[in-house]
């Protein structure tokens, strides 16, 4: 049977839970183990969007805002899951190792599988320097194309309530252990 997070975090958990509220508070589910990778990523029915989340500026500023705001087209993914690097590392290690072999490791990082396929890509160097309203423009273009649920992930009084977490990881503590 698979640990949650069988490496410690590099970061304070505490610190890091805004910057996890503020998607699972979006409809996404955080994948913590090995086996809830292989169950989202692995699904090959449907549309998976997969974000890995991050401490850093681009994430706070651009790809959380950024991905929020696309959950909220008309047309999103079937599941939307996400799982957050320097935290949750055993499990972002199979993400990368299993599902995205080859592709340089960032974070963070938004992937679009359908039927089990990679067919979108967001890598940290697309994100550094747009604005969450470019990045959403983005992942908005890639879900009219590949998807099919209706949208939005959360009503819009639900998303409006949202707080997005500013703070990047050159301020969060590191994590010194239990």
Same mark, same amino acid.
């Given at each position: 049977?698979?640990?949650?997070? %069988?490496?410690? +975090?590099?970061?304070?958990?505490?610190?890091?839970?805004?910057?996890?509220?503020?998607?699972?508070?979006?409809?996404?589910?955080?994948?913590?183990?090995?086996?809830?990778? /292989?169950?989202?990523?692995?699904?090959?029915?449907?549309?998976?969007?997969?974000?890995?989340? &991050?401490?850093?500026?681009?994430?706070?500023? &651009?790809?959380?805002?950024?991905? #929020?705001?696309?959950? %909220?087209?008309?047309?999103?993914?079937?599941?939307? #899951?996400?799982?957050?690097?320097? %935290?949750?590392? /055993?499990?972002?290690?199979?993400?990368?190792? &299993?599902?995205? +072999?080859?592709?340089?490791?960032?974070?963070?990082?938004?992937?679009?599988? *359908?039927?089990? $396929?990679?067919?979108?890509?967001? %890598?940290?160097?697309?994100? $550094?320097? *747009?604005?969450?309203?470019?990045?959403?423009? $983005?992942?908005?273009?890639?879900?009219?194309?590949?998807?099919? *649920?209706?949208? +939005?992930?959360?009503? *819009?009084?639900?998303? /409006?309530?949202?707080?997005?977490?500013?703070?990047?990881?050159?301020?969060?503590?590191?994590?010194?252990?239990?």
């Amino acid at each position: 049977m698979f640990q949650i997070n %069988q490496r410690a +975090p590099i970061y304070d958990p505490e610190a890091v839970q805004p910057m996890r509220d503020e998607l699972t508070a979006a409809g996404f589910t955080e994948m913590l183990t090995l086996a809830d990778v /292989d169950t989202f990523v692995g699904n090959k029915e449907g549309t998976t969007l997969v974000m890995i989340n &991050s401490v850093c500026g681009c994430a706070a500023g &651009s790809a959380r805002p950024g991905v #929020t705001l696309a959950l %909220q087209n008309s047309i999103i993914p079937d599941r939307i #899951t996400t799982v957050f690097a320097g %935290q949750d590392r /055993d499990a972002v290690d199979h993400l990368r190792n &299993s599902y995205l +072999p080859g592709i340089p490791p960032s974070s963070p990082y938004m992937a679009l599988f *359908k039927a089990g $396929e990679l067919v979108f890509l967001m %890598q940290r160097m697309n994100i $550094e320097g *747009k604005t969450a309203e470019m990045v959403a423009e $983005e992942l908005i273009t890639a879900f009219n194309e590949y998807c099919k *649920k209706a949208g +939005p992930s959360v009503p *819009k009084e639900h998303y /409006d309530a949202i707080l997005h977490a500013k703070a990047c990881g050159s301020k969060i503590p590191k994590y010194a252990g239990n």
